[in-house]
């Protein structure tokens, strides 16, 4: 399922225009975004957690020519399912 297809069948469960669901779905990606930008952490009651954490410099290597390359230190998103969720997904 991706996007869209969640938006049609939120759509008609709700009886709204599929463009309004993409645009509420749209809406909610971009503060989730911005809240991690500033470092927040994003619960979502049921499904889980939005978070940042930094990732360490390390050294690398460039594919084409073998060089060595460092690796900068970065802020990488993260996102830790709910244990309703996990429960879910057992077979």
């Not at 759509?11 to 503060?31: G, P, R, T, W």
């Not at 470092?39 to 073998?66: C, D, H, I, M, W």
């Amino acid at each position: 399922m991706n996007k869209k297809d969640l938006a049609t069948v939120l759509a008609e469960k709700h009886n709204l225009k599929k463009s309004q669901v993409l645009e509420l779905l749209n809406d909610q990606i971009d503060i989730i975004e911005e809240e991690l930008k500033k470092g927040n952490e994003v619960r979502y009651s049921g499904l889980g957690t939005f978070f940042t954490k930094e990732r360490a410099g390390s050294k690398g290597r460039n594919p084409q020519t073998g060089e060595e390359i460092q690796l900068e230190a970065r802020r990488v998103p993260r996102f830790q399912a709910s244990e309703r969720l996990k429960r879910s997904t057992k077979g």
